[in-house]
């Protein structure tokens, strides 16, 4: 690990872990610290926790990390000799493709992309792509120029098969460090490298897949007898080339891919559980509900998440959930805040199928 420099998940990059330097100086409200010198904590933070500031004073600063807080609103005093200000760097750290485990780095730069580059999407989409739109964290390949605005085509990782980007929308991410050769990896590894690259082919394959449906289509509108039902043999004939191309498709997927699907349904879990204005309803014993917002406090170092649903209105605490990663699990924090979410709603958790691995 760089000395001096913390990696954390930047929620403004859809989560994608990034590089914050650490400072020697206060911090602003919002900023997050580490504490380097707990000195009188009483218990309430450790060594390398990384919180959030909610207010400043004279000689500290006040965070947002417990709902039992010294003043009873879920804050604490931190003195200003007891931690570093992180401040974001240019920095993240990217899965290695066709690699079960291990990052590389990349600096974000903006300039406009060039044939081969590798770009993220730093703000939300304004392009549609087949009726969705991309969204910040989003990584992908450039494809091509666009012909308006000087938009570019771009390959996304997992998300679509290709849509275009406002410029502005991208930042080129330009490689720190080099994956090592396949055949200096491990076999697990080598093994996960042959399988994406069998999976590219089969995007290729389903590209051809869907002409030939086309062609199919066609032939049975304006070639089938009277005595054959043209609309029920298109139908078998769909519903068998989608069947074939998903078995193929799950049969061809890596690890990181089904854990990629498992993290896509947490995010997704988190959303629908909030109204359309974004806030969580918490039952009360007298039958209305709270209307709250949720703040979620990610310890990367302790491996847990706490959900804080506090009142719209009154800012009061009024319930809190909490999830911790097994041991022998990978600690994911979108996971994380699905499954303390739902405690602090009082929700039952999904399987642990439904989320990859056990949380306490």
Known sequence: MLSNITVLPDESLGG??????????????????????????????????????????????????TAEGWDGCGHIFIGDDEYVTLEPTDTVH??????????ERFRMVDRKAAMGDRVIIVNEGRESCGGAYYRKGNVGYFVEYGQLYENIRVSFDGTFRKCYVSPGDY??????????LLSE??????????????ALRLDALT????????????????????????????????????GLKRSVSDALKTPQQRRDEIVERAKADVKELAREDGKYLVPTSFGNNYV????????R???????ILRGAASNKVRAVGRAKCAPNDVFNAHIGKAISL??????DVPAESAYGGSRK
């Open 171 to 180: 930042r080129v991410l330009e490689p720190l460090t080099v994956a090592p």
């Open 185 to 198: 990896q491990s076999a697990q590894d080598q093994a996960a490298a042959t399988i994406s690259a069998l």
């Open 207 to 242: 590209e051809r897949m869907d002409a030939l449906e086309a062609k199919v289509d066609a032939a049975y509108t304006t070639q089938l007898t009277t005595e054959a039902d043209p609309e029920a043999v298109l139908k078998a004939v769909r519903k068998f080339s989608e």
């Open 16 to 65: 994608i872990e990034r590089e914050y330097r650490e400072v020697n100086r206060k911090a602003a409200v919002g900023e997050r610290i580490k504490i380097v010198n707990p000195i009188a904590s009483f218990g309430d933070y450790e060594r390398g926790d990384i919180m959030t500031v909610y207010s400043t004073g004279s000689g500290g600063v006040h965070t947002v990390e």
């Open 342 to 347: 739902r405690r602090a709603l009082g929700l």
């Open 292 to 299: 709250t917002n949720v703040e979620f406090i990610v310890n």
């Open 301 to 307: 170092d302790k491996r847990k998440v706490t959900a």
């Open 94 to 103: 990217l899965p290695i493709k066709g690699r079960i485990s291990g990052t």
